[in-house]
């Protein structure tokens, strides 16, 4: 039987020796990428399905060190023109020649009043689509160019509902202050706020970044422009469409706390340091402790008491496109739903947001050289918050003692003898205390006359743009006062000692107003403003065979109207 084992044990040993290695060999390419033009600078070399690769010289040389197999491939890419795949074949030098990509090329990118084809830009400039913006359904679509376009950076200070709008800058912060910082924001060529737009009116969104695209806007352009086109009509069959999104909103994380019964522990060392008195007795200790009883000696955790798991955003859009030869549109509607994380307790003290989006853009061909153009918009939103903004920092310093929330639908506080070491009761001073509505109308009209000038010369043509721009706001303050109740032993009021050691005891809840139940009041606050804006321009654009000419005399003005603002109470 050993001899066997031996036996067996030798030619393994024997065969594992012969076993053929497999070793991949290692083999070094060169080449040079080319244009009809020469060579091609910075082109990407990259061995197909790996991280492996390099990027060809001032020459259009590069050298690439490849696995040698039959099936590698080498994968040749350059912005503006086809990307381009080769087998090796057992070939070490390639001589690679790359087309441009004409669609990439001829496909217009908005510039500063006029658009222009890609080929011929020069400026800084970066754009995003329709499509980019619905992938991540922000409430506030300048949160969505956030890692969408190189050189822009947006900060949201703010997760409240309809409170959500960032700061946005281009290239970072350039002035003295943040808000001198901000970039000129323009909407179908007039200036607007476009953070609270529904992204499926959006046609694309450019941001000009460099002096050479912002010089024509002069200094108002110095931290940048955005320009923001809405979406218009084409000539085709009618194009209904129907999108919803439904999110969650949470809190990703919450700093743990400690429970009552380590805080009294701790706070009686800490007084005991100090040289004081120790403010929780043993009893209190035994209670907090034990947990036989949590009205008299509650351990409240008020983020999970006053804060929801999870809230809902909804978001809808209904839009339709369409038209013919003479006369084209483009009409949408949209409603978003944003409900806060503060749980509600029935008094609707609580964050809310509700927002309505109207569009209609039209096109009409007059003649054949002359197209005007209408566009009506607006924008109303309804958001309510709780009248005590602090809610989250009381959160979070508030302790667990100080009071047991909704018993029997009486809002409680906490016993006496720890009132001069308690912060507030973030229960107290949220609920029923009132809240504020802030409702915002925003409409907007334009008219633009586009007139072809071809007849005189080819390229020429004037326009003249009017917008109306006003804005409306009522904001209405509930303030309300209710009655809190706090706890006594039965023992307390009929006068007899408590007996702190023993645990077997009766208590009552004594109903004690802590303040006077006054009559609720309102404020409302009506805030108004318009303003107005005109441009004529005359332009020329010509390509003469390589070269392209562009040529714009433009004239505009605005005037601001503020309206008084009406304060009334009751």
């Given at each position: 039987?050993?001899?066997?084992?031996?036996?067996?044990?030798?030619?393994?040993?024997?065969?594992?020796?012969?076993?053929?290695?497999?070793?991949?060999?290692?083999?070094?390419?060169?080449?040079?990428?080319?244009?009809?033009?020469?060579?091609?600078?910075?082109?990407?070399?990259?061995?197909?399905?790996?991280?492996?690769?390099?990027?060809?010289?001032?020459?259009?040389?590069?050298?690439?060190?490849?696995?040698?197999?039959?099936?590698?491939?080498?994968?040749?890419?350059?912005?503006?023109?086809?990307?381009?795949?080769?087998?090796?074949?057992?070939?070490?030098?390639?001589?690679?020649?790359?087309?441009?990509?004409?669609?990439?090329?001829?496909?217009?990118?908005?510039?500063?009043?006029?658009?222009?084809?890609?080929?011929?830009?020069?400026?800084?400039?970066?754009?995003?689509?329709?499509?980019?913006?619905?992938?991540?359904?922000?409430?506030?679509?300048?949160?969505?160019?956030?890692?969408?376009?190189?050189?822009?950076?947006?900060?949201?200070?703010?997760?409240?509902?309809?409170?959500?709008?960032?700061?946005?800058?281009?290239?970072?912060?350039?002035?003295?202050?943040?808000?001198?910082?901000?970039?000129?924001?323009?909407?179908?060529?007039?200036?607007?706020?476009?953070?609270?737009?529904?992204?499926?009116?959006?046609?694309?969104?450019?941001?000009?970044?460099?002096?050479?695209?912002?010089?024509?806007?002069?200094?108002?352009?110095?931290?940048?422009?955005?320009?923001?086109?809405?979406?218009?009509?084409?000539?085709?069959?009618?194009?209904?469409?129907?999108?919803?999104?439904?999110?969650?909103?949470?809190?990703?994380?919450?700093?743990?706390?400690?429970?009552?019964?380590?805080?009294?522990?701790?706070?009686?060392e800490q007084e005991r340091n100090d040289g004081?008195?120790?403010?929780?007795?043993?009893?209190?200790?035994?209670?907090?402790?034990?947990?036989?009883?949590?009205?008299?000696?509650?351990?409240?955790?008020?983020?999970?008491?006053?804060?929801?798991?999870a809230s809902i955003q909804a978001q809808h859009?209904?839009?339709?496109?369409?038209?013919?030869?003479?006369?084209?549109y483009f009409v949408s509607v949209g409603f978003?739903?944003?409900?806060?994380?503060?749980?509600?307790?029935?008094?609707?003290?609580?964050?809310?947001?509700?927002?309505?989006?109207?569009?209609?853009?039209?096109?009409?061909?007059?003649?054949?050289?002359?197209?005007?153009?209408?566009?009506?918009?607006?924008?109303?939103?309804?958001?309510?918050?709780?009248?005590?903004?602090?809610?989250?920092?009381?959160?979070?310093?508030?302790?667990?003692?100080?009071?047991?929330?909704?018993?029997?639908?009486?809002?409680?506080?906490?016993?006496?003898?720890?009132?001069?070491?308690?912060?507030?009761?973030?229960?107290?001073?949220?609920?029923?205390?009132?809240?504020?509505?802030?409702?915002?109308?925003?409409?907007?009209?334009?008219?633009?006359?586009?007139?072809?000038?071809?007849?005189?010369?080819?390229?020429?043509?004037?326009?003249?743009?009017?917008?109306?721009?006003?804005?409306?706001?009522?904001?209405?303050?509930?303030?309300?006062?209710?009655?809190?109740?706090?706890?006594?032993?039965?023992?307390?009021?009929?006068?007899?000692?408590?007996?702190?050691?023993?645990?077997?005891?009766?208590?009552?809840?004594?109903?004690?107003?802590?303040?006077?139940?006054?009559?609720?009041?309102?404020?409302?606050?009506?805030?108004?403003?318009?303003?107005?804006?005109?441009?004529?321009?005359?332009?020329?654009?010509?390509?003469?065979?390589?070269?392209?000419?562009?040529?714009?005399?433009?004239?505009?003005?605005?005037?601001?109207?503020?309206?008084?603002?009406?304060?009334?109470?009751?």
């Open positions: 039987m050993i001899k066997d084992r031996l036996k067996i044990a030798l030619w393994l040993s024997i065969g594992m020796f012969f076993v053929p290695t497999i070793v991949w060999a290692q083999v070094i390419i060169t080449g040079t990428v080319s244009d009809s033009y020469g060579p091609v600078i910075g082109a990407n070399i990259i061995e197909k399905g790996t991280t492996n690769g390099v990027i060809s010289d001032i020459n259009g040389d590069f050298k690439l060190q490849v696995s040698n197999t039959k099936k590698t491939i080498i994968k040749v890419s350059y912005v503006g023109y086809k990307d381009k795949e080769i087998p090796l074949n057992g070939k070490v030098k390639f001589h690679i020649n790359l087309e441009e990509d004409s669609e990439t090329l001829q496909e217009v990118t908005v510039v500063a009043y006029g658009i222009q084809k890609k080929e011929t830009l020069t400026g800084a400039i970066s754009s995003v689509k329709t499509d980019a913006l619905l992938a991540s359904p922000n409430a506030s679509v300048a949160n969505s160019l956030a890692g969408k376009i190189t050189g822009l950076s947006s900060v949201q200070n703010s997760g409240q509902p309809g409170a959500e709008d960032p700061k946005i800058f281009v290239r970072g912060v350039g002035s003295l202050t943040e808000g001198g910082a901000a970039p000129l924001t323009l909407v179908d060529g007039v200036e607007r706020n476009f953070y609270q737009m529904d992204p499926n009116e959006i046609e694309s969104i450019t941001v000009l970044k460099d002096a050479s695209a912002t010089a024509v806007f002069g200094v108002r352009g110095a931290n940048g422009v955005i320009l923001v086109t809405t979406r218009r009509g084409t000539d085709s069959r009618a194009k209904i469409s129907l999108s919803s999104s439904v999110g969650i909103s949470q809190i990703a994380q919450w700093v743990e706390m400690s429970d009552v019964y380590t805080y009294a522990q701790l706070y009686n004081r008195e120790e403010i929780f007795k043993p009893y209190d200790l035994d209670r907090f402790e034990k947990g036989d009883n949590p009205i008299m000696y509650p351990n409240i955790n008020w983020r999970d008491y006053m804060v929801k798991t859009n209904l839009n339709l496109s369409g038209g013919t030869d003479k006369i084209r978003l739903y944003q409900d806060g994380l503060l749980k509600d307790f029935g008094t609707n003290d609580s964050y809310k947001y509700k927002r309505y989006n109207y569009r209609t853009n039209l096109d009409y061909s007059m003649t054949k050289s002359t197209t005007l153009k209408l566009g009506i918009d607006g924008i109303v939103g309804d958001r309510q918050e709780p009248t005590n903004t602090n809610i989250w920092k009381d959160l979070s310093i508030s302790q667990p003692f100080s009071g047991p929330g909704l018993v029997n639908g009486k809002p409680m506080t906490s016993k006496e003898h720890y009132s001069s070491i308690l912060y507030r009761n973030p229960f107290i001073i949220t609920y029923g205390k009132g809240h504020s509505n802030n409702v915002a109308n925003t409409m907007n009209l334009d008219l633009h006359l586009v007139q072809n000038l071809n007849f005189i010369t080819k390229g020429l043509s004037v326009e003249v743009k009017g917008a109306y721009n006003t804005d409306y706001s009522v904001i209405t303050i509930r303030r309300g006062n209710i009655e809190t109740y706090t706890p006594y032993f039965e023992s307390e009021i009929n006068g007899s000692e408590l007996n702190v050691g023993d645990s077997d005891f009766n208590y009552n809840i004594v109903h004690r107003i802590s303040g006077i139940n006054s009559k609720d009041s309102w404020e409302q606050n009506n805030n108004r403003g318009r303003n107005w804006y005109f441009e004529t321009n005359a332009r020329y654009n010509r390509k003469f065979n390589n070269h392209n000419m562009g040529v714009l005399s433009l004239y505009n003005q605005n005037k601001k109207y503020y309206g008084p603002c009406a304060k009334v109470r009751g």
